[in-house]
């Protein structure tokens, strides 16, 4: 039998939640929402988080641009997103919401710019 303690982070109440795992069933206490017991097994099972970082921008009224991925991607990719992010150089002028980085390592998840940036 598995047990983890976790903070839901699904919504500004940070439930705390207990998941149990026995015989391959998963078992969450502590949530307030159906949102709270889907986040617990998730995390258990197949942890994911959403990016946020920065861009390298070119004739931009700024050096760099806010981005973040517009899903989740499996946690132990991680890393490996920030390096392509790294590896990504956008020209002005930006839009946000613009796709700068389409499919990050093949997870179906796009890069998407958080702010509008125009040019020089």
């Known amino acids: 039998m598995m047990k983890r303690e976790l903070i839901c982070i ?7 939640l207990t998941v149990t795992e026995e015989n391959g069933s998963y078992k969450v206490t502590g949530n307030t929402c159906k949102r709270g017991e889907v986040y617990g097994v998730k ?5 994911r988080r959403v990016i946020t970082s ?3 921008l070119q004739g ?11 899903g989740d991607i499996p946690k132990e990719l991680i890393f490996q997103c920030m390096e392509e ?7 002005a002028p930006v839009k946000a919401g613009q796709v700068v980085l389409p499919n990050v390592l093949g ?6 710019a958080t702010r ?5």
């Open 85 to 91: 992010i790294d590896h990504v150089t956008v020209t």
């Open 10 to 16: 699904v919504c500004p109440q940070g439930c705390h």
């Open 107 to 112: 997870t179906g998840v796009d890069v998407v």
């Open 116 to 120: 509008t940036m125009g040019m020089v």
């Open 43 to 47: 995390e258990v099972t197949a942890p």
């Open 60 to 70: 931009g009224r700024l050096p760099r641009v806010p981005v973040k991925t517009n």
């Open 54 to 56: 920065t861009m390298k």
